[in-house]
């Protein structure tokens, strides 16, 4: 039998252990330890988690509507309630495309789509730096696979040439803002590769953008035009949506397909409705918040323009890391901002590569420029 105790103790004196933090939240502020701290660490980009005004109009339609709080079944057996349709309807017809399907979660989607298309003839060509949802959905699929160098659609040119004829087909799985670096994929580029192929598709995740980029926040599809492009467009609702769940942008035909086949989907009890209303409900004033995102982009581009040299250089967007290499120097760093009154966590190893060790901040709309400005004074002392 393994020897646990020791495996947590090679992980503490390698600075790799983990513990889930005990923390309040108080609007864009952590309480922790009798500290207040700003939130640097957050996904809720545009800031809606906070918004009382909101919530409490929501839940007074919610009162209206009667609708539960759980579902209590799978949506192949008792679960699927009209709200479901109605917002799958709904995303479909805001993106241009033929059909949209709700997931219970990003990492469910991307641990489900990819396992239920892909089989030994299917060559899954993914970028380097994919989340592990998407890294897992891959080996769960047993479709042999190949990972180009981050963004390195030359080399992808060159694989697509060398294999996609040997495949049934081929699936290019990739990301539109990378989540530890912050950069973003151009979707164009991929988009003309994939067309030069006839049995490539292009399965592209906007968990990072979905809310913040684009003129009516459809993400960076939306605003490198080629949304209607993209095979495959999955997206989260639990970070700038401030809900939860997932969706992915498709075929009528592949949407019936997965509903026939996508194990996670098949096998676990649906969201509740009242989740899927608040979605819902934010999804149809997402074209409103332009100020939200217009703040998001402005505090960005600053703390971007402040840590050039230390990693702003490699982002282009809300997710900005400031590497800082070694395990040790990166956990101690956090916790000299904590102690300061920001509230900012380190990355270490394997979530990044090995002497990446990082602080990744995350804004949102509720930063405003003044605490950009006391931080950076803080991390160029």
């Known amino acids: 039998m393994k020897d646990y105790n020791k495996l947590l103790n090679d992980l503490k004196a390698s600075g790799g252990l983990r513990h889930l933090p005990e923390v309040a939240h108080q609007s864009i502020y952590i309480e922790k330890g009798g500290q207040t701290m700003l939130n640097l660490s957050s996904n809720d980009y545009l800031g809606l988690a906070a918004r009382l005004d909101l919530r409490n109009n929501f839940l007074d339609r919610l009162r209206e509507s009667g609708l539960p709080l759980s ?24 993106f241009g495309r033929e059909a949209c399907l709700l997931f219970n979660s990003g990492y469910h989607a991307n641990t489900g789509i990819l396992p239920a298309l892909a089989d030994k003839r299917t060559l899954i060509l993914a ?39 040997d495949y049934e087909q081929v699936i290019i799985a990739t990301e539109s803002i990378f989540s530890m670096d912050g ?50 467009l999955v997206g989260t609702f639990g970070k700038a949506f401030a809900s939860m769940g997932a969706y992915l942008l498709c075929s009528d035909t592949i949407r019936q397909y997965l509903i026939n086949t996508m194990r996670p989907l098949i096998f676990s009890t649906a969201l ?78 394997p979530t990044v590569p090995q002497g990446t060790s990082r602080i990744r901040f995350s804004l949102t709309a509720a930063v405003d420029a003044e605490a950009i400005n006391n931080l950076s004074s803080l991390l160029n002392k």
């Open 71 to 94: 579902s209590t079944s799978s949506r192949l057996l008792t679960g699927n309630y009209s709200i479901y349709t109605e917002l799958e309807q709904d995303m479909a017809d805001r």
């Open 272 to 349: 509740p409705p009242a989740q899927i209303a608040w979605t819902k409900y934010l999804f149809d004033l997402l074209p409103s918040f332009d100020k939200e995102r217009e703040q998001l982009r402005t505090t960005s581009r600053l703390l971007r323009e402040q840590l050039q040299g230390h990693g702003g250089e490699i982002s282009d967007s809300h997710i900005v890391p400031y590497i800082i290499g070694e395990n040790d120097a990166c956990i101690a760093k956090a916790e000299e901002l904590q102690r300061k009154g920001f509230y900012c966590l380190p990355v270490r190893p």
């Open 127 to 165: 970028d380097k730096l994919v989340h592990a949802s998407i890294i897992d959905g891959i080996l769960l699929s047993n479709a042999p696979f190949r990972r180009f160098r981050h963004n390195d659609y030359g080399q992808l040119e060159q694989l697509l040439g060398k294999e996609a004829a």
């Open 183 to 232: 950069d973003v994929g151009d979707l164009r580029r991929l988009v003309s590769l994939k067309k030069q192929y006839p049995n490539v598709m292009l399965y592209v995740d906007e968990a990072h953008a979905i809310g913040v980029r684009g003129n009516n926040g459809l993400g960076i599809a939306e605003e490198q035009g080629c949304i209607k492009e993209i095979d495959l």
